[in-house]
């Protein structure tokens, strides 16, 4: 085995056991978009059930958004080689938020439809787990977005309930970087599908990985330094707001 592929099982593995994820006799849905993250994160979650001493079952769910791009035989073909049963729905999210009907920005109406829908899969595929694959890089990007562009400090949840603990939202690339999961996808041969969103790259969240990725380069500490500061958090040197009028 390649030493990309160990290093990426490990911290799947390590992200997996530190947050409690997965537990024997969990029924987990698997977002599969095409893209190279759900590609390695399904590829990762079939790897560690042949790996630990525990039984739990995947499901893949892949919601088609409607621009009938992406290679829906391609990704059946690849689950079929993991043993593992592919959902999908047909949906015209991407269509409709780029239309006069979408006044919102086109990102908040695909996210918040493609995640409902994929809720509605889960529990029709009789999964209380459903798990993404938001990778680091994706947790980095959050926290600044958050801070930049709706003035709080937070960013995504490795694991994170809803519906009173009904669905357990799970993220076991937290620790995984993007480019790790790119050199994987390449060395592996996935069937990674192309973007077909149009507004694909023309984001802010594009726009703060490329200035991340540049601090990455320059100093191989940053990444590590990074997470260390967001899950390490000194509250007592954060400043709370001006009391203001008069006090009585």
């Known amino acids: 085995m390649k030493f990309l592929e160990r290093r990426v099982i490990s911290l799947c593995g390590k992200a997996i056991h ?3 994820m997965i537990n024997d006799g969990d029924r987990v849905a698997v977002g599969l978009s095409g893209g190279k993250d759900s590609l390695g994160l399904l590829w990762l979650l079939n790897q560690r059930r042949r790996r630990v001493p525990i039984d ?32 999908v729905r047909t949906t015209d999210f991407g269509p409709r938020a780029h239309s006069e009907e979408n006044r919102e920005n086109p990102c908040f109406f695909c996210a ?11 529990v029709d595929a009789g999964c209380g787990k459903l798990a993404l694959a938001h990778h680091q890089d994706d947790i980095f990007e959050t926290f600044f977005l958050n801070a930049l562009y709706a003035g709080n400090l937070s960013t995504m ?35 990674v599908q192309p973007a077909c969103c149009p507004s694909a790259g023309d984001t802010k969240r594009a726009r703060v990985g490329a200035v991340l990725e540049d601090f ?33």
């Not at 391609?74 to 593992?84: E, M, N, V």
């Not at 918040?112 to 889960?122: A, C, G, V, Y």
């Not at 500490?221 to 006090?247: E, S």
């Open 157 to 191: 949840m490795p694991v994170q309930p809803f519906f009173d603990g009904k669905i357990v939202m799970i993220r076991p690339l937290s620790l995984v970087a993007a480019d790790q999961l790119r050199r994987l996808a390449a060395l592996k041969g996935f069937p």
């Open 112 to 122: 918040m439809n493609r995640r409902r829908e994929l809720f509605k899969m889960t």
């Open 18 to 20: 530190g947050w409690s």
């Open 216 to 248: 990455f380069r320059e100093n191989k500490k940053v990444r590590g330094n990074l997470w260390h500061a967001i899950t390490h958090p000194k509250l007592d040197y954060l400043p709370q707001p001006p009391v203001l009028g008069d006090k009585k």
């Open 56 to 87: 739990y079952h995947l499901v893949a769910l892949h919601v088609e958004m409607g621009y009938g791009r992406v290679d829906t035989a391609a990704l059946r073909g690849f689950c079929d080689s993991l043993g593992i049963e592919l959902v």
